[in-house]
């Protein structure tokens, strides 16, 4: 099956349908078993049989079966956040007394876990360059068990040389762990290239219409079996409203992710030309440093990048912001609506400096038509010279 045939018929079983499209939505807590017999029977796979409504019904084995079949995986969890699936699989690969070496562009609540709960189980976190590929090998400890990735970074877009990690990891018998919400499934085969457990947001590109918070976190064979019990243990679960909202939205993925990825570059193009900006952030210009990784690992790019102005400050930023008619001021991305986060990556940086002559803009990049949203742009550098 090539692709776009795969995410069509992705998790889709009859014996969950009952005949139709698309599961139902089974709600569920309470699973009823004609006869003892059956109770134990159940007992032996509670996540794959109706058995209790947090082990799952149709519509979680459902999407849980379509993610895990497009990420090639031997097992998929959901979360009720895309946090939280990052949470349950990085205390699903560490104990008291282990080291984790984390990327220094990790999306900042990864690092404040790190920094809080984690140091207070006595596990010990590391920064690192993103773009330090296989010397990587020289903040190894006899204790480093996790290696967290996220490639491009969220705010800066540095690409990470993921098989040259990942070979230093397993060669210490350390897992590695990717954020892989830029590139969805689709645009990165990530286990392929040596990931044990690749972590979506399906909140952004999966859900699409920004209206349901969820994650997924797919696990080779090496990880699959902590990562299920780790995250049966915490109690993870999700509303069968939300799984299937995350599995209507997965069915337009590709279509939707192929018009963010080309709205975006017209955008990212136009910004490189302007003389009031300094850099564009976006892994497929050739001008990006982590380009020829892109161009090796990725199969696309999506709305999502920054570009930093030559000059201003955050002080004066919502001269550019404030009163854009299609760019909206919020967190989050992967919706169908364009939106834009002035946002001072220093905040979040202990082994690398951030340094840029002005503040940073991020952009999401919606379906609408990129004319308009260039004007827009186009408004607000006119706005932001009249008040620096
Ligand atoms: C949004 C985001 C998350 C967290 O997802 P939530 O569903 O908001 O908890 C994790 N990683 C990245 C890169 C994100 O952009």
């Not at 963010?260 to 300094?278: S, T």
Request: hydrophobic share 40%.
């Amino acid at each position: 099956m090539k692709p776009n045939t795969l995410i069509m018929n992705a998790g889709r079983q009859d014996e969950w349908t009952h005949g139709i499209v698309n599961p139902p939505v089974f709600r569920a807590s309470t699973c009823l078993f004609d006869s003892y017999a059956d109770l134990l029977a159940g007992l032996k796979s509670p996540d794959d049989t109706l058995f209790y409504g947090r082990r799952g019904t149709p519509t979680h084995w459902a999407l849980r079966e379509a993610i895990n079949e497009l990420e090639g995986g031997a097992g998929t969890w959901l979360y009720p956040s895309g946090l939280a699936a990052l949470a349950g699989s990085i205390m699903s690969c560490v104990q008291a007394g282990d080291h984790i070496l984390v990327t220094d562009s990790a999306y900042e609540p990864t690092r404040a876990l790190c920094n809080g709960l984690l140091k207070g189980y006595g596990v010990e976190t590391s920064y690192y360059d993103p773009t330090i590929g296989a010397e990587i090998a020289d903040l190894f400890k006899d204790n480093t068990r996790l290696i967290i990735t996220e490639s491009p970074g969220s705010l800066t877009l540095e690409v990470q040389d993921l098989p040259a990690i990942a070979d230093v990891a397993h060669a210490h018998d350390a897992l590695v762990l990717l954020d892989n919400t830029w590139a969805t499934p689709l645009h990165l085969d990530a286990l392929k290239l040596g990931v044990d457990i690749s972590v979506h947001a399906a909140t952004k590109y999966i859900v699409g219409h920004s209206d349901v918070m969820l994650g997924t976190a797919t696990a080779n064979d090496r990880a699959w079996n902590r990562l299920r019990s780790a995250s049966i243990q915490m109690g993870h679960t999700v509303s069968p409203d939300d799984a299937w909202l995350a599995l209507r939205g997965l069915r337009t993925l590709p279509v939707r992710l192929r018009q963010h990825d080309k709205n975006g570059m017209q955008i990212a193009k136009w910004l490189d030309d302007r003389p009031e900006v300094d850099r564009v952030l976006h892994p497929a210009l050739p001008s990006h440093p982590g380009h020829d990784l892109f161009k090796r690992d990725f199969k696309g790019a999506c709305g999502l990048f920054s570009f930093t102005l030559k000059s201003g400050s955050y002080d004066t930023i919502g001269a550019f912001v404030d009163d854009m008619k299609y760019f909206k001021l919020g967190f989050s991305w992967g919706g169908y609506e364009s939106l834009i986060l002035p946002i001072n990556p220093s905040f979040a940086r202990s082994a690398t400096r951030w340094s840029s002559s002005g503040p940073l803009l991020r952009l999401h990049v919606g379906l609408e038509d990129p004319d308009d949203l260039i004007a827009d742009l186009e408004a607000a550098f006119k706005r932001y010279s009249t008040h620096m």
